[in-house]
Antibody, heavy 125, light 107 residues
């Protein structure tokens, strides 16, 4: 079945780095854009970043721009999130999510499905 | 950035009730609006995309409507498994912002 599985979370000190992975299976990974979304403990969802199906286009939330880098390896069906200069406010569960596209108005309709189970990143001294 | 505001933030209801959750965008997003359901300790699950299209496998008691800046998610007859937190999300432009969530609790 279509599945995304995140890994790489853990406890890290402020200012340090961490790399998350998201392994995809059950679908043609190289045909889909993929996103990272995070959720701080007890809080709502925050969109973080997206990468196009071929890795040529990337976009970031202002809160992570210049510190986080999204990438993918389509030969390994894997998405990555390199997180540098981590801050306490980056503490969250990080989810990867596949972007589905359908229909058209002025722009294509997009939605996130499925999501991975998430991996917890804790930034603390 | 487009701000998404949901109301109410929390809601108590009983099994069998009809429930409506509202989502308002800070600017027009046409019909680029999705709804997700999240249960404690679980990842969000897609319910409705493009304002009113029901995701495969989602019960027909869920429906969505709206356009422009004002949108609603309606559950026609609450079931026990519907008690969860619901989020709207705009997909008009990045950053693809979410509403703050509506926690639906059992009365």
């Amino acid at each position: 079945q279509v599945q995304l599985v995140e890994s790489g979370g853990g406890v890290v000190q402020p200012g340090r780095s961490l790399r998350l992975s998201c392994a995809a299976s059950g679908f043609a990974f190289s045909s889909y854009a993929v996103h990272w979304v995070r959720q701080a403990p007890g809080k709502g969802l925050e969109w973080v970043t997206v990468i196009s199906y071929d890795g040529t286009k990337k976009d970031y939330a202002d809160s992570v721009k210049g510190r986080f880098t999204i990438s993918r390896d389509n030969s390994k069906n894997t998405l990555y999130l390199q997180m540098n200069s981590l801050r306490t406010e980056d503490t969250a569960i990080y989810y990867c999510a596949r972007e589905a596209v359908g229909g058209y108005d002025a722009l294509p309709y997009k939605w996130f499905d499925p999501w991975g189970q998430g991996t917890l990143v804790t930034v603390s001294s | 950035d487009i701000q998404m505001t949901q109301s109410p933030s929390s809601l108590s209801a009983s099994v069998g009730d009809r429930v409506t959750i509202t989502c308002r965008a800070s600017q027009s997003i046409s019909s680029y609006l999705n709804w997700y359901q999240q249960k404690p300790g679980k990842a969000p699950k897609l319910l409705i995309y493009a304002t009113s299209s029901l995701q495969s496998g989602v019960p027909s008691r869920f429906s969505g409507s709206g356009s422009g800046t004002d949108f609603t998610l309606t559950i026609s007859s609450l079931q026990r498994e519907d008690f969860a937190t619901y989020y709207c999300q705009q997909s008009y432009s990045t950053p693809y912002t979410f509403g703050q969530g509506t926690k639906l609790e059992i009365k």
